[in-house]
């Protein structure tokens, strides 16, 4: 399951809109009923552009989504395969924690591996009201 969501996360970059910074990153969410969201990164001149991970998670919960498995996650330069590690920003990891639960995983493909994170491996101490 991880490589074929690797794969589709592959697929999802290739739609990326990055003109200013040519970093092209895709991204995977898989629902614990089974669902997958595909996300790309969606940059813009005058706001805070939208990273793959909010992309893919801002089309899942606003099509009813509340329950998350996992999130796969590759990015590279434009036209260069993605084969080093692209970890989520820090944006990311607050929008994602306030999501998921202590058993949702991240999994960050890394030189022919692939790292598997929790949101507390990731950010530790956060935010919570
Ligand atoms: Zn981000």
Redesign the pocket.
Known sequence: MYKEDVELAKKARLNSHSPFSNFQVGALLRCKNGHVYMGCNIENQGIQGL????TAFAKAISEGEREFESITVVGAPKGVEPTEACM?????RQ?MSEFVGDDFKVFIPNNGKIDEYTIDDILPHRFKI
Do not use: L, T, V
């Not at 989520?88 to 990311?92: D, F, S």
């Open positions: 990273c793959a991970e909010r989520p920003c820090g944006y990311c929008f």
